[in-house]
């Protein structure tokens, strides 16, 4: 069915909170769930929290010690009165009016290296859920721009170019790339160097036999 009201991407989110230059402003619910269980929601979560929300929980299917935030992270959420809730998928969203009042979860368990569904179901009351379950590169969407990709992300060379001039790519849209945050800051690191390097060597002729 169609997504109610208060349900929106925690990236977009994050975004909106970054540049509003009044944070007060911001819509902020009184339950908030977060779904996900990487940098995205620990983030989302922790923000709304600071924001003045009273309960925010982070609903993941798999177990804590499987999240993709770290431990540590996870800590730093729950020191600041964030719930974190594991083995459970959300199935649909409950509404009032055409707006979020709650997320029904399928529980999980792990069996044989598998999640499968115990059976159980259990529903959360939220009036604002963010959802932070991974982002996808849509190639489509650049392919008539000239961009090589490989394997369904964008081709680069060791110094971060891509095939069309003057473009640089790096961290996980790029092939060979993985989602770690210190891989797409060390790209960023070898982009700027290439860039640099691209820009001196653009000036050089003008100072040809000077």
């Not at 709304?48 to 730093?76: D, H, N």
């Not at 979860?105 to 044989?112: C, G, K, P, Q």
Request: a negative charge.
């Amino acid at each position: 069915g169609d997504v109610p009201a208060g349900v929106s991407d925690a990236v977009a989110f994050i975004a909106a909170l970054r540049q509003a230059p009044d944070k007060t402003v911001l819509p902020i619910g009184r339950n908030v769930i977060v779904i996900g269980g990487g940098m995205t929601a620990i983030d989302a979560a922790t923000q709304v929290k600071l924001l003045g929300a009273e309960c925010v929980t982070i609903a993941y299917r798999r177990s804590k010690s499987e999240m993709p935030a770290s431990l540590y992270e996870q800590e730093v959420a729950q020191v600041r009165g964030v719930l974190i809730r594991e083995h459970l998928v959300p199935v649909a969203f409950e509404q009032a009016g055409g707006v979020v009042s709650g997320v029904t979860f399928a529980r999980t368990r792990r069996e044989e290296g598998r999640l499968i569904p115990t059976g159980e179901r259990m529903t959360l009351a939220a009036d604002q859920v963010l959802i932070a379950i991974g982002q996808t590169l849509l190639a489509s969407d650049l392919a008539d721009g000239g961009l090589r990709f490989e394997n369904g992300r964008i081709a680069v060379d060791a110094a971060c170019r891509t095939s069309l001039p003057g473009v640089w790519a790096g961290g996980d849209c790029v092939a060979g790339g993985s989602d770690l945050t210190v891989a797409a800051v060390a790209d960023g690191k070898a982009a700027a160097a290439s860039i640099i390097a691209a820009l001196q060597g653009a000036a050089v002729p003008h100072h040809a036999g000077a």
